[in-house]
């Protein structure tokens, strides 16, 4: 397949996996699957949680993340590729997982503890990875 075709073929899987991924754990708000320029590809918030940003916010913050990933990838040579990013804020924390030229974006709740917040980190990236 090629073209438009391919490109809603991808969308759906996109869609699919961020309903999935979603699933993982009822402390994970939003799953954003964004590309290289901070485009969001797909994303699923969570039933009934109220975002914290407005459109043109998240749309911001999506560009800095993806923006950031990529000055990342600069240092990769000497310090090794990047698995995952964690910032944690008052009121959310957002991990970001990088794969190829596309990065998930999900946030938590803010009270998920260190424990789940490593048993969510490893399920998205077995999930993401296929690794068992």
């Given at each position: 397949m090629s073209g438009p075709e391919s490109s809603v073929d991808q969308t759906i899987k996109y869609r699919e996996d961020c309903r999935n991924t979603i699933q993982l754990s009822p402390k994970i708000r939003y799953v954003g699957i964004i590309n290289r320029f901070g485009r969001t590809l797909a994303g699923q918030l969570r039933k009934g949680v109220v975002p914290l940003f407005?459109?043109?916010?998240?749309?911001?913050?999506f560009f800095l993340e993806a923006t950031r990933i990529q000055l990342r990838k600069a240092f990769e040579n000497s310090i090794g590729k990047t698995y995952y990013t964690l910032t944690e804020n008052e009121k959310v924390k957002v991990l970001t997982i990088d794969k190829d030229d596309i990065f998930y974006y999900v946030t938590l709740d803010s009270d998920a503890s260190g424990e789940e917040t490593s048993r969510i980190i490893k399920?998205?990236?077995?999930?993401?990875?296929?690794?068992?």
């Open positions: 407005k459109p043109d916010e998240a749309r911001n913050d399920l998205i990236r077995n999930s993401i990875y296929n690794k068992n």
